[in-house]
């Protein structure tokens, strides 16, 4: 039998999710939540039920947080945390179409989308999405609520840290180190440690903001 799950959020990452949770043959999704839509919108076959303060009152225990993240991943934090404070869940969701080693481990209410490798002994913390084909080598740690953008690479050994944002297409060189709340932009490449929050954009990456 399949396990209900609805989405919190209903923009343009919501329907990637959406293709991702309908192919792992799992879950049935029942709805959408979104507080900036109309309720009975239609995405993708899903339908609007509601705002954010409607996540206690569905009878379904198990949500994603759908929410896209590139300048601010505070939607996605405080959406995550009503989920716990409802005593309700973010499953980790993994599409089949990506590779997740054995020795690998995935925090809870992160998304691993299609054609992504995630090496031996690379671990993921909680609500991160892992964007299409992105590549997390073998050992790298990323922290908790991060988004390792479309084709982004994080080599083996790496660290990222907390709540960080890795643009589309960039390179995290091998065993560097990416401390908290750090955007890199699309097609960037870190080959040394960052140890200061920020906005960082290039090759090698300069700090912009
Ligand atoms: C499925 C999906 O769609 S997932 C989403 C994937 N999207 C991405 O990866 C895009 C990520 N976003 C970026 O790369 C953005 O450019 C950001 C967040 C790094 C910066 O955005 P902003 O703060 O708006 O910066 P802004 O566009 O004003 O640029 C500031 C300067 O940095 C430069 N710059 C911005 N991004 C980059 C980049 N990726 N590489 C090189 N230079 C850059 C700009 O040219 C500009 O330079 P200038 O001051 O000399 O003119």
Redesign the pocket.
């Known amino acids: 039998m399949l396990n209900e799950i609805i989405l919190i959020g209903g923009g ?2 919501s329907k ?1 999710c959406i293709d991702v949770i309908e192919s792992t043959q799992q879950y049935k999704i029942v709805g959408i939540i979104d507080s900036y839509k109309q309720p009975g919108t239609d995405v993708l076959g899903y339908t609007i039920i509601g705002g954010d303060q409607h996540i206690q009152s569905q009878p379904c225990q198990l949500f994603v947080i759908s929410v ?1 993240q ?2 601010s991943v505070a939607a996605r934090i405080k959406l995550y945390e009503k989920v716990l404070q409802a005593n309700k869940s973010c499953p980790k969701i993994i599409s089949p179409h990506a590779y997740v080693s054995q020795h690998a481990s995935i925090g809870d209410g992160t998304i691993v989308m299609h054609g992504v490798c995630v090496n031996a002994a690379a671990r993921i913390g909680i609500n991160c ?1 892992v ?2 084909k992105a590549n997390i080598e073998h050992d790298a740690i990323v922290g908790n609520h991060c ?1 390792i ?2 084709g ?1 690479t994080i080599n083996g050994d790496c660290k990222v840290g907390n709540n960080c ?1 890795i ?4 390179v995290v060189s091998s065993q560097v180190s990416i401390t908290d709340n750090v ?6 490449v870190v080959v040394k440690n960052i140890d200061m929050p920020g ?5 090698p990456v300069r700090r ?2």
């Open positions: 343009g990452h990637a896209g590139i300048k999405i964007n299409t988004h953008s479309t982004a944002f643009g589309s297409s960039s955007i890199i932009g699309a097609g960037s906005t960082y954009v290039g090759n912009i903001a």
